[in-house]
């Protein structure tokens, strides 16, 4: 049965798109357009001129991994003035081989359309995607059970552009402990995993994973470890959010904690713009500027789904009591990364410091550890 996440959250009246309102950072112009180099002086002078020069990096999505999604949606993310985005192919729920076809049909489609998208094989493909107007694409998948138990699998993946990878989906598995399950640690084959994806140059992610697994993987990692989308749990108490002890750990790594703007997780605020930078700036007083980036996790509307009543059958991946409506706070999209950056400037933040967070603390992740 296949499970639509999108589905679920919309049941649970969590999907609001809430980037309709928010500002753009484009210029107006036609979205194949070839000529606007970052170092352009064609910056118009409006009080967000500086950041069209900004990388604009988005660490995840929450696409429902199914190989006839409509990728159209990705146009939100590049009409917005996002350079770069991490798209989910895979997560616990569904069959790995369903992964492998999701990446098939995501890699035509991709492929296909040259003139506005760039799958991502090196670091500085994310820079020429942004130079020539392109959005730069790589793939992630959220939990260990894509591998079907072969830790050979993750050179393959790699080469398939996918980039990170968390250990457990919400529940436990093979590999370790999940955030809503008895967590019982990384086990010997998630320690197997993750010493090939240090060999392979994929980003290990905490997001998702239980407390103590995540834990012990920050405590063996060899390379930066990051959490891709997953907010305090100071702020917002909930099983998903995560501890000081964690954020602190991942700093110690050299790693990112990219703050999410899903409603869920966001604490009780007069907005979800106000609640999403309350998160980055609790991240930033906590263990420093070059440590907290943006993973939205954010599923545009899509007429085509329709929802699913099999559901209700998984409550192991999704806990009712964390996910009883209603939540004040709404989803945020990919318009967010403007209100954001001024909000934040406001707030007395440097132009570098919001130019960090926009994407150059996540950009230095990947220069760290893609090969
Ligand atoms: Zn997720």
Same mark, same amino acid.
């Given at each position: 049965?296949?499970?639509?996440?999108?589905? !679920?959250?919309?049941?649970?009246?969590?999907?609001? =798109? =809430?980037?309709?309102?928010?500002?753009?950072?484009?210029?107006?112009? %036609? +979205?194949?357009?070839? @000529? &606007?180099?970052?170092?352009? +002086?064609?910056?118009?002078?409006?009080?967000?001129?500086?950041? /069209?020069?900004?990388?604009? $990096?988005?660490?995840?999505?929450?696409?429902?991994?199914?190989?006839?999604?409509?990728?159209?949606?990705?146009?939100? $993310?590049?009409?917005?003035?996002?350079?770069?985005?991490?798209?989910?192919?895979?997560?616990?729920?569904?069959?790995?081989?369903?992964?492998?076809?999701?990446?098939? *049909?995501?890699?035509?489609?991709?492929?296909?359309?040259?003139?506005?998208?760039?799958?991502?094989?090196?670091?500085?493909?994310?820079?020429? =995607?942004?130079?020539?107007?392109?959005? @730069?694409?790589?793939?992630?998948?959220?939990?260990?059970?894509?591998?079907?138990?072969?830790?050979?699998?993750?050179?393959?993946?790699?080469?398939?552009?996918?980039?990170?990878?968390?250990?457990?989906?919400?529940?436990?598995?093979? *590999?370790?402990?999940?955030? /809503?399950?008895?967590?019982?640690?990384?086990?010997?084959?998630?320690?197997?995993?993750?010493?090939?994806?240090?060999?392979?140059?994929?980003?290990?992610?905490?997001?998702?994973?239980?407390?103590?697994?995540?834990?012990?993987?920050?405590? *063996?990692? %060899?390379?930066?470890?990051?959490?891709? /989308?997953?907010?305090?749990?100071?702020?917002?108490?909930?099983?998903?959010?995560?501890?000081?002890?964690?954020?602190?750990?991942?700093?110690?790594?050299?790693?990112?904690?990219?703050?999410?703007?899903?409603?869920? !997780?966001?604490?009780?605020?007069?907005?979800?713009?106000? &609640?999403?930078?309350?998160?980055?700036?609790?991240?930033?007083?906590?263990?420093?500027?070059?440590?907290? #980036?943006?993973?939205?996790?954010?599923?545009?509307?899509?007429?085509?789904?329709?929802?699913?009543?099999?559901?209700?059958?998984?409550?192991?991946? $999704?806990?009712?009591?964390?996910?009883?409506?209603?939540?004040?706070?709404?989803?945020?999209? +990919?318009?967010?990364?403007?209100?954001?950056? %001024?909000?934040?400037? #406001?707030?007395?933040?440097?132009?570098?410091?919001?130019?960090?967070?926009?994407?150059?603390?996540?950009?230095?992740? &990947?220069?760290?550890? $893609?090969?």
């Amino acid at each position: 049965m296949q499970i639509s996440r999108r589905s !679920f959250l919309a049941q649970m009246g969590l999907l609001v =798109a =809430a980037s309709e309102a928010l500002p753009s950072l484009t210029r107006g112009g %036609t +979205p194949t357009n070839t @000529a &606007a180099s970052p170092s352009a +002086p064609a910056a118009p002078s409006t009080s967000t001129g500086w950041l /069209h020069d900004a990388l604009i $990096w988005d660490n995840h999505t929450g696409f429902d991994p199914v190989p006839d999604y409509d990728l159209e949606h990705l146009e939100d $993310w590049r009409k917005a003035g996002v350079n770069y985005l991490s798209i989910d192919v895979g997560y616990d729920v569904i069959d790995w081989t369903k992964t492998i076809k999701n990446l098939g *049909a995501y890699i035509t489609w991709l492929e296909q359309r040259p003139d506005r998208f760039l799958l991502v094989r090196r670091v500085d493909d994310v820079l020429e =995607a942004k130079k020539t107007g392109r959005l @730069a694409i790589t793939f992630d998948l959220e939990g260990m059970n894509a591998l079907n138990g072969d830790a050979s699998l993750v050179p393959l993946y790699y080469r398939l552009g996918v980039r990170q990878m968390l250990t457990a989906y919400n529940k436990n598995n093979l *590999a370790g402990g999940g955030c /809503h399950d008895k967590d019982t640690g990384l086990t010997a084959f998630g320690r197997e995993v993750i010493a090939e994806m240090n060999r392979v140059g994929m980003v290990v992610d905490c997001s998702h994973t239980g407390y103590r697994t995540t834990m012990d993987i920050m405590e *063996a990692a %060899t390379h930066p470890v990051i959490f891709s /989308h997953s907010n305090p749990k100071t702020l917002r108490t909930h099983g998903r959010n995560i501890t000081d002890d964690q954020i602190r750990a991942c700093a110690k790594t050299g790693g990112v904690v990219g703050v999410t703007g899903l409603g869920y !997780f966001l604490p009780d605020r007069a907005s979800p713009t106000i &609640a999403v930078a309350d998160c980055v700036t609790y991240v930033r007083d906590l263990v420093g500027v070059d440590h907290v #980036g943006l993973g939205l996790d954010y599923t545009p509307p899509d007429p085509k789904d329709t929802g699913d009543a099999g559901l209700a059958a998984f409550p192991d991946y $999704w806990p009712p009591a964390d996910y009883a409506a209603p939540w004040p706070m709404k989803d945020v999209g +990919p318009g967010v990364f403007a209100e954001l950056a %001024t909000l934040l400037v #406001g707030r007395g933040w440097s132009h570098g410091d919001v130019r960090k967070v926009l994407g150059e603390n996540f950009l230095r992740v &990947a220069r760290t550890v $893609w090969k």
